[in-house]
């Protein structure tokens, strides 16, 4: 599966952004896609999961209630839509994908796009 994230860009807080996922692979809805960010000095760290059904999903919760993951399967892409953005959402956003159930970390994740640079400005 190769993954290649866009959608990213400069935004003022409160602002939204759509972020997708675009997929090869004709199994894609086989696959559980997570999107993860990386700050300024930061870990890389999980945002949000969506089974390959898309009938499951889950949050951070620091973005709970603010970004909603979904997934178009006949598309092969997954988006993050993100509202009320705040400086601190500012990162680079990777999507990631696996197969087999839901996971919150990176490492267990096989396939990465390259990201695409959120910024957010006060």
């Known amino acids: 599966v190769q993954l290649q994230a866009s959608g990213g860009g400069l935004v003022q807080a409160g602002g939204s952004l759509r972020l997708s996922c675009a997929a090869s692979?004709?199994?894609?809805?086989?696959?559980?896609v997570g999107w993860f960010r990386q700050g300024p000095g930061k870990e890389r760290e999980f945002v949000a999961v969506?089974?390959?059904?898309?009938?499951?999903?889950r949050y951070a919760d620091s973005v709970k209630g603010r970004f909603t993951i979904s997934r178009d399967n006949a598309k092969n892409t997954v988006y993050l839509l993100m509202n009320s953005l705040k400086p601190e959402d500012t990162a680079v956003y990777y999507c990631?994908?696996?197969?087999?159930?839901?996971?919150?970390?990176?490492?267990?994740?096989?396939?990465w796009g390259q990201g695409t640079l959120v910024t957010v400005s006060s």
């Open positions: 990631a994908s696996r197969p087999g159930s839901l996971s919150y970390y990176p490492y267990e994740y096989e396939y």
């Open positions: 692979g004709r199994t894609f809805s086989s696959y559980v």
């Open positions: 969506i089974t390959g059904s898309g009938s499951m999903t």
